[in-house]
């Protein structure tokens, strides 16, 4: 039974009446219903709590990149007073993974990474857990680590995982290769690259690489863990996904889920950093030898570098064959990624890049092997944009140098490939007209720079400086990677003054979802915005499941479970309201504050009366609290054949574009930013002022990755820069001088209110952006990113670039606050 | 371990400290305001920033027992009466806010900026909170919101429809 306005409506499908027509909330300027909390520092994060009998703990780490434990001596640090429990990798036996069960929660035998933890300790202060990890002593015999991926998979590389065979892993997703440092190869095979080559007029073989990359969330991972008796397990932490925390830490020490309990507050940013399970479980092995006190363990800045994931480091190798038309035939493309000595989330990131390999073009023939690489660093994980940052670097830039080969302007090179109604993915999957729109995506960012010429302000400023102005335009797309079965849950509850609390476990990390929420909620149950409530802490306890915070797939996912719920809470109040007043429910409708008789509105009863349960004037009552429940599950996805990766992955494609302006000094390879313009397709736009902080601040993100950001090691693997000093992020003075935001809005169909998800996309593609604009100002050919103004500089005297960032000599820098701020913006 | 008293918000607290003590640990940990965010306990990021006898410091870099006798400002004491500031209005209206971790450090810089030039050029503002790390909202609507309270903020175009 549903109410009158969800059965009379015009269009089909369950949100079909969703997708048109005027909306109140939806698509209107509103503030963020979380920024209060914050602005005020009333908003507690994991790492502002504290409880009473709370430990401190720290972590003894690896100082070399491969070596054998000998020995542990920890007599001296536990007579130390104060020193509450000590753990080695000796007394644990469990192995932890979200894909690939490989990981010890503290090195057992052997060390993989600089920065692995080997030891641990709980004290009263984190001074004294401090004193004591410094006189833990460790004897280690220092073996030769294995560094790069390329020379990992040579056959006489020494093994990071020799056990490989016998670890668990997901089958229906993941091909490990035991007996060598191949933990996931993914393969997509689609029609016939041979012949395609053989036919191609021009083929165009280039590698590009890019380093690891720390996501720095400004809050450091922090988690406070009270394991009691009869396992009794509650966590508090600064995780992006609790259900998956609790999952993934209940299959590690074989516990039942009702036993384990995971509360996240607010979160001090993610970007993916926080998605899987990682300091959680040492943490709660402290609290359980300490007697079940609550331990809390606060990274170091230094810590989030080393011992806590990285983003993978990636070496992509795109062999193109053109028809000298300009129509590409034919692509192989074979992605390394350094998994470094975990495999985690890198091989869910290696299967997602392959499947979208490509980019938003089409590609008749392609074939695609992408390997996760074992090495002996710091591990991959998740991170904002899920490998397509990383490999859009290649792959657009590629598309460039493939144009150029073949004397065709780029960007008519990309339009003529460009995904549109009709195409085939990589997977084989159908491009409809509802999918998105790639094209206009593409012109309105070349309309945005004024792309393929100089204006006359920009010819004056060309003049004045001395420099050389380039223009670029890059498309992007990406799918949520997930399995096809991810689901989630939302919970109404209405309460007494008819406001409603929602409860779901989506976190708010900082992407903005809980305002999108509360505006679709709000919009459905035709109530005003301020009556809505999103729970702020989910709690695995009292809140519904939701698979992960990732993958740009909450507002979709999570939007459509609310608007499921908010019909249920209208179905169950219209239920109610049709035995109070005596009428079938096809004859009720509703406004903010009542349902009522269509034909006779004075019939009515408020949502105030039924909220908990209606009661009529001599005191009989019926009803009860009224509670809206939603559950959504993607539809209609598969898993991919592993030998031909064909199947159906995607929940949605958000495609996009953006257009850049640099200048470049010809002589010494500095540049300027001086506009960059973002577009995406977004569906429909639930809240603007979110999507352009989305698309502005992902965009700059993705400058950090193209201009400076980056691990380096020596050669034998320790990371020499862990710090903002020698690792630096983008400040506002790295903003480009102008920054636009756009929007396209093709509804997608399942989509609520015809939404799809923008979060990661305003990262991808940036860097290549940026490196094909410095090409077509001073003709430098980079293949690396970052670009460091003395990569620039190397480049166009040919010198050759540091390409792997293992190095002899550390070198380079950011330099942030170039001096153009003097000049003002061109027009 | 050394007796300290500070004025926080307009409050004097009394208190012995161990002269190692940080001030940020002092504010966060002796008197329980966690507003104050600690990012990289190095100095490098300014989520910690409050304002040391009128001037914004890193307090991660500043000892407790340097600051005997001194005024503090704080995040806490922005909100006067359930009324947000100027400025943390002009933040929440212009989704200036994100994960939300810079926030408190961001806010006490820009009140130094505001003390030292009242009505800031866009660059200005740029130099002025160029020491605070936000790795969320790519600043712009930071901007925005400062350029709005000195009454600068032209017609802001934000997010724009192409068909």
Redesign the interface.
Known sequence: MLPVNLEKRKDSGMFGDLRSGETRVIGK?T??V????????????V??MAFAGMLFAQVKKSPHARARILRIDTRKAEALPGVRAILTGDELDYRVGLYMVDKYILAKGEVRHYGEAVAAVAADTTAIARQAVDLIHVEYEKLPPVLHPLDAIREDAPLVHPQLGNYDYIDTAFSPIPGTNICNHTKLRKGDIETAFKRSEWILEREYTNPSVQ??????HVAIVSWKHDDQVTIWSSAQSPFTLRNLFCMAFKLSHRKVRVIVP??????GGKAGIHIEPLVACLSRKAGGRPVKFTA??EEEFSLLPCRSALTYRVKTGVSSDGKIIGQKMTMYWDSGAYADYAVNVTRASGYSAAGPYEIPNSWVDAYTIYTNKPFGTAYRGFGHVEFFWGIERHMDLVAHAIGMDSLDFRKKNALRPGSVTLTGEKIEEHTGNVL?CLK?AEKAVGYGRLTAGEKKREQRSGMKIGKAVVALHKAPAMPPFTATGVILKMNEDATVTANLSLTE????TYTALAQIIAEHLRFPLHRIKISQETDTDRDPYDWQTVASKGLLLTGNAALLAAQDLLRKSYELASQILRAQPVDLDHDKDKVFILHNPEASVTFREMAVGYAFPDGRSIGGPLIGIGSYIAQGLTHLDKETGQGLPALDWTYGAHGIIVEVDEHTGEYNILKVAS?FDVGK?IN??????Q???????GLGTAICEGYIYDQEGHLLNP???DNK?????D?PLE???????TPQLDGPYGARGVGEHSMIAVAAALGNAIQQACGAELTHMPIRFEDVWRSLGKKEPIDNWITKSPFGSCK??PEI??NRPVQ | MVRITVRVNGKEYTREVVESRTLLHFLREDLSLTGTKEGCGAGECGACTVILDGQAVNSCLILAAETDGSTIETIEGEAKNGKLSRMQEAFHNHHAVQCGFCTPGMIMTIKDLLRRKPKPSRDEIIDGIEGNFCRCTGYEQIIEAVLDVTGQLGKKEGLRHVR
């Open positions: 300027r503030p963020r979380d920024s209060i909390a914050k602005l005020t520092g009333e908003a507690i994060f790492s502002d996501h720095v969330p400004m809050e450091t607010y979160v001090g940013g993610g970007f170091t800045r206009t309105a990390i900082g992407q903005g577009v736009v603007p002022d979110a999507v352009r902080g698309a502005i601040g992902g965009m700059l993100q710090s903002f000093t992020i983008p400040t506002a003075r903003l920054v636009e935001s756009m929007v396209v809005e942030s606050a701020r003097k």
